[in-house]
C-alpha cells in the first residue's frame, strides 16, 4: 500500500511569518516540520516501509498493515499537539493514494483510506 502525508496550510503560514518578516518564528517553524517529517521517515523505515520522496511538508512512501498502522498513530500523535495538522492517504496504488491525499486535505478529514472497486472510488476514513 502506498503511503501519502502532506502539511496542512503550511505555505499560508509561511507566507505569512515572511510577509511579516518574522524570521526567527519562520526559522523555528521550519525546524519544527523538518524533524516532523524526519521522525515519520524513521516511523516508515523502522516498521519495513519504503520512502520514495520526504521534502517540504510531504512524505510518498510505500509499506504493509503494520508500518501503515505505525504512521497513523505517529501522524495522530503529531496532530494532537495541535501546531501543525497533517493530512494522510493510503491506497493500492500510487495514483489512488495520491486522489486520497487530495480528498482528505479538500474535506479536512485528515485520515483517507482510498477502495477502488473497478471503475468506483471510495475514500474511507481510517478508523484510529
Known amino acids: 500500500m502506498?503511503?501519502?502525508?502532506?502539511g496542512?496550510?503550511?505555505?499560508?503560514?509561511l507566507q505569512r511569518l515572511i510577509l511579516e518578516e518574522r524570521l526567527e518564528e519562520l526559522k523555528g517553524f521550519s525546524a519544527s516540520i523538518q524533524q516532523t517529517l524526519k521522525n515519520f521517515v524513521n516511523v516508515i523505515e523502522h516498521n519495513g516501509g519504503i520512502v520514495y520522496m520526504s521534502g517540504g511538508d510531504n512524505i510518498f512512501a510505500e509499506?504493509?498493515?503494520?508500518?501503515i498502522q505505525a504512521v497513523v498513530q505517529a501522524v495522530q500523535k503529531e496532530n494532537e499537539k495541535q501546531r501543525l495538522y497533517y493530512s494522510m492517504a493510503i491506497g493500492n496504488?500510487?495514483?489512488d493514494a495520491y486522489l486520497g491525499l487530495k480528498y482528505a486535505k479538500s474535506c479536512k478529514i485528515r485520515y483517507i483510506r482510498v477502495i477502488r472497486n473497478q471503475y468506483h472510488i471510495e475514500f474511507r476514513k481510517l478508523v484510529i
Do not use: L, P, R
Not at 509499506?63 to 508500518?67: F, L, M, P, R, T
Open 8 to 13: 496542512d496550510s503550511v505555505g499560508v503560514q
Open 63 to 67: 509499506g504493509n498493515e503494520v508500518c
Open 93 to 95: 496504488s500510487t495514483q
Open 2 to 6: 502506498y503511503i501519502a502525508i502532506d
